[in-house]
């Protein structure tokens, strides 16, 4: 258990609709990222929020957006979605201390499947 | 683009023997070396680091090893186990500071260890 949990393991929806993914960090990590995994594809970065501020974005595109609370949990939404927002959606979170040898960690994923 | 690159997409070694997974990189700003592990329907769950100051790290049965002017980096886990069989990905980031910039994976390779 990474300790990372998101919610929901599974969402089924059709295309054009909206769906908000659910991340809660590790207790006492300010950096959550996000990211998508495609059918045979690694791991995409979406993009990285620290204590609440935007820290990074990857290929995120323009119908995704995310946000992270003063509760440090953190959303991803995904609108107008399309066949191929089909994936797996994984969020991680990482501890800001000292050094940089501290690994994001990863929750077990929300699977997205657009009908 | 893909700057990182697991070329392998599938790797079969007998238990017991020595399992020898690779990544190549292109972006020599890269600094900083991961590789996590996936079991089906987990996260990634982290394995081992390097640092590009050092061209080896071993921890327990696995060690990766860095050839920076190659742009190379393998893990070896010896011996390899039944419970080693998973998806192992290769990750790398650039350091900035006392932190890390964002991750980039490979596309995974599939181990599987066999009696």
């Known amino acids: 258990d990474s300790g990372v949990t998101q919610t929901p393991k599974h969402l089924i929806t059709a295309t054009g609709q909206r769906v908000t993914l659910r991340c809660s960090p590790r207790s006492g990590d300010l950096s959550v990222y996000w990211y998508q995994q495609s059918l045979d594809q690694g791991l995409q970065f979406l993009i990285q929020y620290y204590n609440g501020e935007e820290r990074a974005k990857g290929n995120i595109l323009e119908r995704f957006s995310a946000q992270q609370f003063p509760d440090l949990h953190s959303e991803l939404n995904l609108s107008s979605l399309e066949l191929g927002d089909s994936a797996l959606y994984f969020c991680a979170s990482r501890y800001h201390g000292t050094g940089i040898n501290q690994p994001q960690h990863f929750g077990d994923g929300t699977r997205l499947s657009i009908l | 683009d893909q700057q990182v690159k697991q070329n392998s997409p599938s790797l079969s070694v007998q238990e017991g023997r020595i399992s020898i997974l690779n990544c190549d990189y292109t972006n020599s700003m890269f600094d900083y070396f991961l590789w996590y592990k996936k079991y089906p329907a987990e996260g990634p769950t982290f394995l081992i680091s390097i640092s590009s100051i050092k061209d080896k790290n071993e921890d327990g049965r696995f060690t990766v090893f860095l050839n920076k002017s190659a742009k190379h980096l393998s893990l070896h886990i010896v011996p390899s186990q039944p419970g080693d069989s998973a998806v192992y990905f290769c990750?790398?980031?650039?350091?900035?500071?006392?932190?890390?910039?964002?991750?980039?994976f490979g596309r995974g390779t599939q181990l599987t260890v066999w009696p």
């Open positions: 990750a790398a980031s650039e350091v900035r500071g006392s932190t890390l910039g964002r991750l980039y």
